[in-house]
């Protein structure tokens, strides 16, 4: 059992940044992938990007790449997603989600567990 509580979320305006932490419970973290998702009223959840077990690998969408770094910590069960140059179509309720696997994929099905997310709103 993995419980995850995010953090971080806010108002900000375009091309600025914020830090997104997710806190995660439990004694198996290490053993999962970690991702991060971002939902829209009315649209479905998308992929922003994942994690594996190690840390050793990152993927992305390709609407954030270059701009947006996830990284981990173990011993602190700690994900985090930094976002930079943000842009308007950034906004929405971002998600941290535990995989049931240690590498991770894009599908929403993957993911077992997910946190309650944060609001992230950038402004023109």
């Known amino acids: 059992q993995v419980q995850l509580v995010e953090s971080g979320g806010g108002l900000v305006q375009a091309g600025g940044s914020l830090r997104l932490s997710c806190a995660a419970s439990?004694?198996?973290?290490?053993?999962?992938?970690m991702g991060w998702f971002r939902q829209t009223p009315g649209k479905e959840r998308e992929f922003v990007g994942a994690?594996?077990?190690?840390?050793?690998?990152?993927y992305y969408a390709d609407s954030v790449k270059g701009r947006f770094t996830i990284s981990r910590d173990n011993a602190k069960n700690t994900v985090s997603l930094q976002l930079n140059s943000l842009k308007p179509e950034d906004t929405g309720v971002y998600y941290c989600?535990?995989?049931?696997?240690?590498?991770?994929?894009?599908?929403?099905?993957?993911?077992?567990?997910w946190g309650q997310g944060t609001q992230v709103t950038v402004s023109s």
């Open positions: 439990g004694r198996t973290f290490s053993s999962h992938a």
């Open positions: 989600a535990a995989s049931r696997f240690l590498d991770p994929a894009q599908q929403v099905n993957t993911y077992h567990y």
């Open positions: 994690i594996n077990w190690s840390g050793g690998s990152t």
